[in-house]
């Protein structure tokens, strides 16, 4: 991710005792698939802790990729808002 695109937000909503994240993206330049939808899933065990931080930070440099749970967002770093959820939305099956 670099500072001049546009940060897609990411969800977040709690089910059966995990925490799920999830953003919504595109694939790019990826031959036929190029504008087709895809969702990436985060989950871990449900924790208070976690419900207390608003951004998702990131920093690639050169001593690699760094991401981080954050209550704000800092110079330097990629912010990726979270919004919480009520709950799952519909438009996501489990199986």
Do not use: C
């Not at 909503?13 to 990826?30: C, K, P, S």
């Amino acid at each position: 991710m670099v500072s001049y695109s546009i940060v897609m937000p990411i969800y977040r909503y709690v089910e059966n005792g995990y925490m799920y994240y999830f953003i919504q993206t595109t694939y790019r330049d990826y031959y036929k698939f190029y504008g087709i939808p895809i969702i990436y899933f985060f989950r871990s065990r449900f924790n208070d802790e976690e419900l207390k931080y608003k951004y998702v930070l990131l920093k690639v440099d050169e001593t690699g990729e760094r991401v981080e749970l954050s209550d704000r967002s800092r110079p330097g770093w990629a912010a990726m808002p979270i919004v919480n959820l009520k709950g799952r939305p519909s438009f996501i099956q489990t199986s």
